[in-house]
């Protein structure tokens, strides 16, 4: 059974630019959940989607946006990116009946 | 706000001792608990989760308990080997489809 598949996998921007990134779940898992990994602040939550409706966002501008397709697949789109985006971003997956979300491996973005 | 915590951001185990980790939370109304393991460039990996009607879950080699009481909940990881070397998260997941993480746990295993 394939993981939560994460495209793509390093990404270099620079400031002022806009990114987007992709997340395909575990087949059959209907919430997609993103979050952001920082060493100062750690792992924040970004917004949950669930069959194509988003249930719950986290603290963050609204220059973080996402997404989720009819297929459960989700993508997120950071705008008008500043160096403090830096991160590695994770999408996590979960049939939501069991609530164990699977994580991937993570976008790597630096922002220059 | 709510927050989930561990005591310690390090711990140095030798190999084949025994591991404690813990971790506080601070929302009594929590009912769902995961406890999380991420190796360098990997993702948070699942290792065993615990909800609230339960003071106690084993799974191969780890167990955790949950005391509501206090509030806490630790991970225990018996005969630590190295490939158990890893950030350590616990996390609470909410009603309303959020995990929140504590600041994890760096375990290294002396050999």
């Known amino acids: 059974k394939a993981g939560v598949t994460q495209t793509p996998r390093y990404l270099i921007k620079t400031r002022g630019q806009q990114v987007t990134l992709s997340c395909s779940p575990i087949?059959?898992?209907?919430?997609v959940s993103w979050y952001q990994q920082t060493p100062g602040q750690g792992l924040q939550f970004l917004f949950e989607?669930?069959?194509?409706?988003?249930?719950n966002k986290g603290n963050f501008p609204g220059r973080f946006s996402g997404r989720q397709f009819s297929n459960s697949r989700s993508e997120m789109n950071v705008s008008t990116l500043e160096l403090g985006d830096s991160a590695l971003y994770l999408c996590?997956?979960?049939?939501?009946?069991?609530?164990?979300?699977?994580f991937g491996s993570g976008t790597r973005l630096t922002v220059v | 706000g709510e927050s989930v915590g561990l005591h310690l951001p390090t711990l140095s185990v030798q190999e084949g001792d025994n591991s404690i980790i813990n971790c506080a939370y601070s929302n009594s109304a929590s009912d769902y608990f995961i406890w999380y393991k991420q190796e360098s460039g990997k993702g948070p990996q699942f290792i065993i989760d615990i909800r609230s009607n339960m003071d106690k879950r084993q799974g191969q080699r780890v167990t955790v308990l949950l005391n509501k009481t206090v509030k806490h909940l630790s991970l225990q990881i018996a005969a630590t080997q190295p490939g158990d070397s890893a950030v350590y998260f616990c996390?609470?997941?909410?009603?309303?489809?959020?995990?929140?993480f504590g600041a994890g746990t760096t375990v290294t295993v002396r050999a």
């Open positions: 989607y669930f069959s194509e409706t988003q249930r």
């Open positions: 996590a997956s979960s049939s939501d009946r069991n609530y164990g979300y699977t």
């Open positions: 087949s059959g898992h209907r919430s």
């Open positions: 996390a609470e997941f909410s009603w309303d489809y959020k995990l929140s």
